[in-house]
């Protein structure tokens, strides 16, 4: 497959360009912002590599008590500890986010964390904790008001309940995640939701 291959060459281009950008910055939040793209590249397919450069980061972050930063490298680390299987480092380290965020009074970026938590426990088919952390993560949206997250969260509560079996519930989610993403026009999303 060409447009595969040539996929990858861009890819594999766009992570020498952040490496080169890394090595040369002398601006720490450049760096930081450079390994967690990095990080966020690898964790999914390479999550040794992905936590490599997160906790890169993260050290860089502390040093300069940038705490949004350390923030947001928390829940990396915890989603690649999540893809590597780990399932207790995955909570400790997406807890350890969701505390920064919750002092920080940042409630859609807890949102997300809570998020990242629902989706470890529904790929390990604990649905009851996955849909309430996924009801805990709606009402955060909700606060915030921002219509594609929201959407969000009521997509993945459908997924919930479809794995539980609970299809009423389910198809119940899904319409009004369909709602708001017609309202949004999120083509993609309202082809995902429909599908489901």
Not at 31 to 46: E, G, R
Not at 133 to 138: E, R, S, V, Y
Not at 174 to 179: G, I, N, R
């Amino acid at each position: 497959c060409l447009a595969g291959a040539a996929n990858l060459k861009g890819q594999i281009a766009e992570n020498d360009s952040l490496l080169l950008v890394y090595k040369t910055t002398d601006q720490d939040s450049v760096k930081i912002n450079t390994l967690n793209s990095l990080a966020n590249f690898y964790y999914d397919t390479y999550p040794d590599s992905g936590l490599y450069y997160a906790r890169e980061a993260y050290t860089i972050a502390v040093k300069n008590n940038y705490r949004p930063k350390q923030a947001m490298l928390l829940q990396t680390i915890g989603v690649a500890f999540d893809y590597k299987g780990n399932l207790d480092s995955c909570l400790y380290f997406l807890g350890k986010s969701l505390e920064i965020y919750k002092n920080l009074e940042l409630p859609e970026k807890q949102s997300h964390v809570i998020t990242d938590m629902a989706l470890a426990w529904y790929l390990r088919g604990n649905y009851e904790l996955a849909i309430r952390n996924h009801l805990a993560a709606l009402e955060l949206r909700k606060q915030t008001g921002g219509k594609k997250f929201i959407s969000q969260s009521l997509n993945n509560l459908g997924l919930a309940y479809k794995a539980r079996k609970d299809y009423p519930a389910a198809i119940n989610y899904y319409k009004k995640s369909l709602v708001l993403k017609e309202e949004t026009g999120d083509n993609q999303g309202i082809l995902n939701t429909t599908m489901n």
